[in-house]
């Protein structure tokens, strides 16, 4: 068995919940020909890199990510950087010849995850996107019913991310809020997922059009970087800056085969945690699924169209991954488990094995039709996504 030394770039909630799926991985699959191991962290912050290397066996430690890519050691590498370090850092994991699995959106727009993508090619190393919501058993089940033709043929879709980081006005201006760091905000941070998974289920986008809102405008400034860090907006030492970028974005969006899907997002919906859905008709039924309930995929099926009911299915082995965490059906798998079915991916195409990875392809494609949803919000238009 080969061992592959790994890499992450990035020390905070994803590059600890990588670092997790890779040392899980030989638990779910015990015969897998190469086996991973997380050798070095790189982290911009000491502490962050330091808490990582207690929490993963203890991996060399470095404060620049180019320091990482030096190691002739490091085989492989996690790109989970805020977004505006993507492309730099992605392209150079690709120049240095190690396999990248980057985090989504892959940079601040199409031309940079273009730029990552073209590396990867010129390179001939493997790379993973992490579009992790594909590999949740409910949804290849999904998109197994709706291939089968089990819903008819589809006529509508709805992808619906709702989320709260963002709904407190304390929440400090991270990078998540600047254009030049965080790239569109909600856009790239959760309707790339929505993207991602209206093309998983239903197949490429055509065109769409769409709106964007800022609902909140000024931020406190402060050093705290965290997803869920809150400040005291009472406190007279705060000063605060300008929200440059999307709480919210609604897309209309017409996918190649004539399906119309609507794409909506918010990461500041007081009293939504993580409401992360998607849902799609068709002629004869309807299949929809809720991230927090995710082993329960509810399904409409069969010849009676009106008063048809609608059942909830359990995940089983047999659904995506489901077989490699739980023996038998009703067994819900974590938001992290999503994260080992990529990694496993990753290291299967790695070592030359049939795998099914979200590619650079694809979040090329996420991050152009993000791009357009800019564009649309602009100009009032309908965007052609091509
Ligand atoms: N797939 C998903 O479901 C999902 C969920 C959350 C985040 N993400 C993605 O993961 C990435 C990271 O998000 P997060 O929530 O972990 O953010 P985070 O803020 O928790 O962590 C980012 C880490 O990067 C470090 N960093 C900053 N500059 C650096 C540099 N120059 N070199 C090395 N490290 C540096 C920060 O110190 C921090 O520890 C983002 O691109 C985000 O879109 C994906």
Redesign the pocket.
């Known amino acids: 068995m080969e061992t592959l030394r790994v890499g992450v ?9 990588h670092a997790r799926a890779f040392q899980r991985l030989a638990q779910h699959w015990p015969d897998l020909p190469v086996r991973p191991m997380v050798a070095a962290v ?4 000491g502490p ?2 330091e808490a990582f290397a207690r929490s993963h066996g203890d991996p060399t430690a470095y404060a ?2 180019r320091e990482l890519l030096a190691d002739p050691t490091i085989d492989a590498v996690s ?5 505006f ?2 492309r730099e ?1 992605g392209v150079a994991v690709a120049e240095a010849g190690k396999h990248l699995w980057i ?3 892959v940079g601040l727009s199409a031309a940079d995850a273009t730029a990552v993508r073209d590396a990867v090619a010129a390179a001939g190393v493997v790379a993973c996107v ?4 594909r590999h949740v058993p409910a949804v290849a089940r999904a998109r197994r019913l709706i291939a089968e033709g089990a819903i008819g043929t589809p006529t509508h879709a709805h992808a619906q991310l709702f989320t709260d980081y963002a709904a407190h006005p304390g929440s400090p201006l ?3 809020y600047a254009v030049d760091r965080g790239g569109h905000g909600v856009l ?2 959760l309707a ?2 929505g993207v991602d998974l209206l093309r998983f289920l239903l197949g490429d986008i055509q065109a769409l059009t769409a709106q964007t809102a800022i609902h909140i405008p000024r931020r406190p400034v402060a050093e705290t ?3 869920y860090a809150v400040l005291d907006v009472d406190d007279p030492g705060l000063s605060f800056g300008e929200v440059e970028n999307e709480d919210y974005v609604v897309a209309l969006v017409r996918m190649a085969s004539g399906v119309l899907s609507v794409c909506e997002a918010d990461r500041g919906a007081v009293g939504e945690q993580n409401n992360y859905a998607v849902e799609v008709h068709g002629t004869k039924g309807l299949v929809r699924w809720d991230f927090r309930r995710p082993g329960e995929l509810q399904v409409s099926a069969g010849e009676q169209y009106a008063n048809q009911p609608t059942s909830t299915v359990f995940s089983e082995p047999g659904d995506g991954e489901y077989a490699a965490f739980q023996p038998g059906a009703g067994l819900a798998m974590g ?1 992290d488990d ?2 080992v079915v990529e990694a496993h991916h990753f290291i299967l195409a790695i070592a030359g094995q049939p795998a099914e990875l979200a590619t650079l392809d694809d979040a090329v494609a996420s991050a152009t039709a993000l791009d357009a949803m800019v564009t649309s919000h602009q100009t009032g238009q309908w965007v052609s996504v091509s």
């Open positions: 770039i990035g020390a905070g909630w994803m590059g600890h919940v790189a982290d911009a912050v962050a890199a620049d990510w790109v989970t950087a805020p977004n370090l993507h850092i985090e989504k959106p992490g579009f992790n919501y991270s990078w998540r790239g941070d790339s997922h970087q965290g997803h938001y999503t994260k």
